[in-house]
């Protein structure tokens, strides 16, 4: 035993930087956890095999780490080479030992008094290329730190805070660039995705994700209503090197619960998106709820897959949607493939052979307020699914959670609060929520496993057959990949509001997940 | 005392900042709790200068500062009342007198000196440069000449430990201290120590790689207190070279 710990202490020092090359193939190297889902292809899946259904009852704390700020801990942490690498609330990071937790460095914001975050003073996750890592502020910059020592190598304006910017989501890093959405949604900013030269800081390209005047797409805006149309880009897209292209989902229309004020589909909100990973140019978009008004935003990690479907073989780009359907599309062209309902929902009659909502009438909100589900926070929201290459399922923590609406008019006013209307919970009926295991080509349900309240954990599935996922309550547990049978479970005594990754640390398999305001690390 | 004090806070807290914010109540304070690191006019010693105010652009930042220290630095929170340290805060803005670099004329010179003298295999200037020693791209703001003509003479005079007052958060060293040690398995390391508690530490060698041992691996450990692997320049440059190359890291003054 203690020479295996030598031997990991040696490993340690084997660090190298992390160039492209390194994390195109992240994959081949389940040691380490290297993009916010593990890989490009947004799977959240561990390869690593030493905690298995038969094993993982033995599974204890090794060490905790406690954030230095109270706001919602949502990291996902970077591991590489023997350290962890995270964000904090606030806009601060920390490189952690990965053999006992204890700190390298510390960075720490001093951000202005008037940052206008919409929904918590939070941070998902960095990203690493080079001998650098990336941060998003919620003063709306990024910022590049050296690895080794925290230290601010450059820190640029992505958008301007005081018009209702700001930035929690974790950037990816695409070639010798970093990308980067924005939030804002209820702000009524104008979306954007922003990618920058790794090495400089300076931007590259950006895509509108509101068309303006002469752009493809404007004309689904009445009047100037694009202009504050929000579709704000705050979860982590996923890249396919081959084709080239990013893809990214886009926010609620604003103002969220108005939609008389801005008449038409409102391109691109609540869609998915795939750019030209060196130009930012749009390849192509499929919108999963035209003219939404419940805030149902598409900002979910896609998860690219190649599997047959209906006997062919095909590239796919796989999203169980905030509006409670799942999604089968095409990557390459963005073609719909195949939609099942997956999540308690009351607006639609279901999919045309387009993808497109077939809409029940009287959904819209009211001034009275309108009972529909999924509520505000949507079938599932921004935390990850998972897919299983082993199982061929799509793991996604499902929240069921009626939301009454209310429409109101709203004034814009820059960097104030602009939803046009408000939201109340349905009287007599407690939510609640599931973890549910979809076939990837389906849709249809294999297996669920119910949770007491609606999650906002997100879920890691592993290459040992399990299931890693968190509820309201500050439990992390494990279920069978197989079966959703519960095998395991440790109270944290904090709510769960992150996504579990793994990696290996003197050669052993260890699970990590944020919760409470503590990132909480196990093994066997 | 530590629940006299946050008692105090407690209380404080709860009253509106006095409008009438005294530079001489701040004066008192800061020579009582600040002087003797950052010198009487705020000149810099031990701590950093204050005649310009690198991290704390606005007065909420600087406020925040004093209440807080600077983590993984010597820069204790300092155990004051919130209105005590928005008086030490008027007082230390009051301090500011440092406006643009001055142009020395020996600090072009002295870049080649730093060069050619390998001062950049133990520190770095932005990204490039070794992570041994202390980072080198603000140290124009944060000290005076004196102390760095100090430095290169007599690189031990002045090593930081980490033993300022009221420091109750523990969380990085950073004092550069120099550790050697044997593992059990015999292999042996040098380095600078990151970060250490009663069961682990954490370090860094010349190259830059980071270790990590518990110390149940370890035969030994050494920590070499009061001791500086960096070389007295005292006989490897003329005095001239040795003024030349304070000039240039004077003129090192990033605002990061």
């Known amino acids: 035993m203690r020479a295996v710990a030598l031997l990991a202490a040696a490993a340690i020092a084997a660090q190298a930087q992390a160039p492209y090359e390194r994390i195109r193939n992240a994959g081949s190297e389940p040691g380490n956890w290297l993009t916010y889902s593990g890989t490009y292809a947004g799977h959240r899946f561990s390869a690593l095999n030493q905690i298995t259904p038969v094993n993982v009852a033995a599974l204890k704390p090794v060490w905790v780490y406690q954030a230095s700020d109270l706001n919602k801990f949502e990291t996902s942490p970077i591991v590489m080479d023997g350290i962890v690498y995270i964000s904090e609330p606030r806009s601060g990071a920390a490189a952690l030992d990965a053999r006992t937790g204890r700190p390298l460095w510390f960075y720490r914001r001093n951000l202005p008094k008037d940052i206008r975050p919409c929904c918590g003073e939070v941070n998902r996750g960095l990203a690493v290329l080079g001998d650098s890592l990336f941060l998003g502020t919620l003063d709306g910059r990024l910022i590049a730190l050296d690895r080794r020592t925290g230290r601010m190598l450059w820190d640029v304006e992505v958008a301007n805070y005081k018009s209702g910017y700001s930035i929690t989501v974790a950037p990816l890093a695409v070639k010798d660039k970093i990308v980067t959405g924005v939030s804002g949604g209820e702000l009524g900013v104008r979306g954007l995705i922003d990618a920058y030269d790794a090495k400089s800081g300076k931007r590259v390209w950006r895509f509108w994700t509101v068309p303006g005047p002469g752009e493809a797409g404007h004309d689904t805006w009445s009047g100037d209503s694009w202009k504050t149309g929000s579709a704000a880009t705050w979860v982590t897209g996923a890249f396919d090197p081959d084709a080239n292209l990013i893809y990214w989902g886009t926010g609620n229309p604003g103002p969220d619960y108005n939609g008389v004020v801005r008449g038409g589909d409102n391109l691109y909100a609540s869609s998915l998106v795939a750019l030209d990973a060196d130009t930012g140019k749009l390849k192509w978009h499929f919108q999963f709820t035209p003219h939404d008004v419940h805030d149902w935003d598409a900002t979910h990690v896609p998860i690219l897959v190649d599997a047959p479907v209906r006997g062919a073989q095909r590239k796919l780009a796989l999203v169980a949607n905030r509006n409670g359907f799942y999604y089968v599309l095409d990557r390459l062209s963005g073609q719909f493939l195949a939609g099942a309902q997956f999540a308690k929902q009351t607006w639609a009659q279901g999919l045309d052979d387009r993808g497109k909502p077939v809409l029940l009438p009287g959904k819209d909100p009211t001034a009275e307020g309108n009972p529909v589900y999924p509520g505000m926070h949507g079938g599932t929201n921004w935390f990850s699914p998972s897919y299983s290459p082993k199982t061929g399922l799509l793991y996604v923590a499902t929240r069921e959670e009626g939301t009454r609406f209310y429409m109101e008019k709203d004034e814009y006013s820059p960097g104030n609060w602009y939803a046009g209307g408000g939201i109340a919970g349905i009287p007599g009926i407690e939510p609640t929520g599931s973890i549910k295991a979809l076939r990837a080509d389906t849709g249809a349900i294999a297996w669920e496993f119910k949770l007491k309240s609606p999650p906002w954990a997100g879920l890691l599935s592993t290459g040992g057959g399990l299931v890693f996922g968190g509820s309201s309550e500050g439990f992390f547990f494990a279920l069978d990949a197989a079966s959703g049978k519960p095998l395991w479970k440790f109270p944290t005594g904090g709510p769960i509001f992150a996504n579990p990754i793994s990696f290996l640390s003197d050669g052993k398999q260890h699970i990590a997940i944020a919760a409470g305001h503590s990132l909480f690390v196990f093994a066997l | 005392m530590r629940g006299l004090v946050l008692l105090a806070m407690l209380v404080l807290a709860v009253q509106p900042a006095s409008p009438m914010q005294d530079s001489d109540a701040g004066k008192k304070l800061y020579v009582a709790h600040c002087a003797a690191c950052h010198g009487q006019k705020g000149e810099g010693g031990r701590g950093a200068r204050l005649t310009a105010l690198t991290r704390a652009p606005d007065n909420g930042s600087l406020v925040g500062i004093i209440q807080k220290g600077i983590p993984g630095t010597e820069m204790p929170p300092a155990p004051l009342s919130e209105s005590e340290v928005r008086d030490v805060a008027v007082f230390v803005r009051r301090l500011q007198t440092d406006s643009a670099p001055q142009a020395a004329a020996g600090s072009a010179r002295g870049e080649q000196i730093y060069r050619k003298s390998g001062c950049a295999q133990c520190h770095a200037i932005g990204p ?85 041992f518990w110390k149940e691996e370890l035969k030994e450990l050494h920590r070499d207190w009061g001791k500086s692997p960096m070389p007295s320049y005292k006989d490897k440059l003329t005095a001239a070279e040795i003024e030349d190359l304070v000039s240039y890291l004077c003129s090192l003054r990033d605002a990061r």
């Open chain 2, 128 to 212: 490039e440069g070794g992570l041994l020693g202390p980072y080198l791209s603000s140290i124009g703001r944060r000290h005076v000449p004196d102390y760095l003509r100090r430095a290169l003479l007599d690189p031990e005079a002045d090593i930081p430990d980490s033993f300022g007052q009221y420091r109750w958060y523990i969380e990085i060293p950073d004092n550069f201290l120099q550790v050697r040690l044997t593992a059990q398995d015999g292999r042996q390391v040098t380095g600078a120590r990151i970060n250490e508690d009663p069961f682990s530490i954490q370090m860094r060698d010349a190259n830059g790689r980071v270790y990590s």
